[in-house]
């Protein structure tokens, strides 16, 4: 099992940034690939941002890019998601998932809240 604990949300400006950070822990060796997701209220679950494990290749929804930048520490089992230039829309929980085959995802975070004032 791999368990996931975020990290790093709050309430930000429209304008501002913020890091989130998402730390993996137990059968960690055998990862394929993590990302994050955010689910705003009465929306489905959205694919925000994606590393590959072993060779940080990365992939991001359009509506992130250029804005947010996803990165792994894996000497700390760590993923990071920096968010700049936020807007309201950005508002949502955000979630991390890992996965060690490359379709789908086996674990989920508990989720970190992300608030953008405008």
């Known amino acids: 099992q791999v368990q996931l604990v975020e990290s790093g949300g709050g309430l930000v400006q429209a304008g501002g940034s913020l890091r989130l950070s998402c730390a993996a822990s137990?059968?960690?060796?055998?990862?394929?690939?993590m990302a994050w997701f955010r689910q705003a209220p009465g929306k489905e679950r959205e694919f925000v941002a994606r590393?590959?494990?072993?060779?940080?290749?990365?992939d991001y929804a359009d509506s992130v890019k250029g804005r947010f930048t996803i990165s792994r520490d894996r000497a700390e089992n760590t993923v990071y998601l920096q968010m700049n230039s936020l807007k309201p829309e950005d508002t949502a929980v955000y979630f991390c998932?890992?996965?060690?085959?490359?379709?789908?995802?086996?674990?989920w975070g508990q989720g970190t809240q992300v608030t953008v004032s405008s």
């Open positions: 590393i590959i494990w072993s060779g940080g290749n990365t």
């Open positions: 998932a890992a996965a060690k085959i490359p379709i789908g995802y086996d674990y």
């Open positions: 137990g059968r960690t060796f055998s990862l394929y690939k």
